[in-house]
């Protein structure tokens, strides 16, 4: 019976698994290759977002439910609005509500008033650049209260797939490091090329470490 962790057997599954996990996250890999580069090159013409962005005011009469705590209140409203997305900079007050619902590619600053029972709902959406832009840093953190958890359940799911994402890169990095040393004397160069990419790395952590 063969032995499931001798080396013949981890270097089977490691290639397979390596094939498999790289198909995979194969549109993954490039959506957040072309979103980075996006960020790192705003100044490109053609992927233009912010000037291109639509904005619009919508006035919406709101029936105002009583004795409800402030977030089953936000829910009521959004579910009036008709609208979903993250919940943030929520601000409550006597007379009035203001709120931010945002999903990649549209921002909604909604003020809704007790007494005249009126939504104020001002709305920004982006083009698909813009969409893009924002889902590579979406992840339902606010800035204002990095303690807050995500409320959304889409976001939820997005940071699932991004941890799974991060796992399967770390699976493929250790995976192609396995198989490059398996045929190594085939393949001399790739020592220098791993002792290159470590020296950037390091490099990059030092420079973090002195700025």
Not at 14 to 19: D, F, P, T, V
């Amino acid at each position: 019976m063969n032995n499931p962790f001798s080396i013949d057997n981890i270097i089977y599954w490691n290639r397979k698994l390596h094939i498999y996990i790289g198909l995979f996250l194969l549109l993954f890999i490039l959506f957040f290759s072309l979103s980075g580069l996006l960020l790192n090159h705003s100044q490109w013409k053609f992927t233009s977002f912010w000037k291109e962005r639509n904005e619009t005011e919508i006035i919406t009469p709101l029936a105002i439910p009583v004795n409800l705590d402030s977030v089953s209140l936000l829910h009521n409203f959004m579910e009036q609005l008709n609208i979903s997305g993250e919940i943030s900079n929520v601000s409550l007050t006597p007379d009035s509500i203001n709120f931010r619902v945002v999903k990649p590619g549209t921002i909604q600053d909604i003020h809704i008033d007790f007494k005249s029972s009126m939504s104020d709902q001002k709305k920004i959406v982006f083009n698909w650049w813009g969409k893009m832009r924002i889902l590579h840093t979406f992840n339902g953190s606010e800035k204002m209260n990095p303690g807050a958890h995500p409320n959304w359940l889409v976001t939820n799911i997005w940071r699932l797939s991004m941890d799974a994402i991060a796992l399967g890169l770390i699976f493929l990095c250790l995976g192609s490091w396995i198989m490059w040393y398996k045929i190594r004397n085939d393949y001399s160069m790739g020592l220098i090329v791993l002792i290159l990419g470590i020296a950037g790395a390091i490099f990059f952590i030092f420079l973090l470490r002195i700025l």
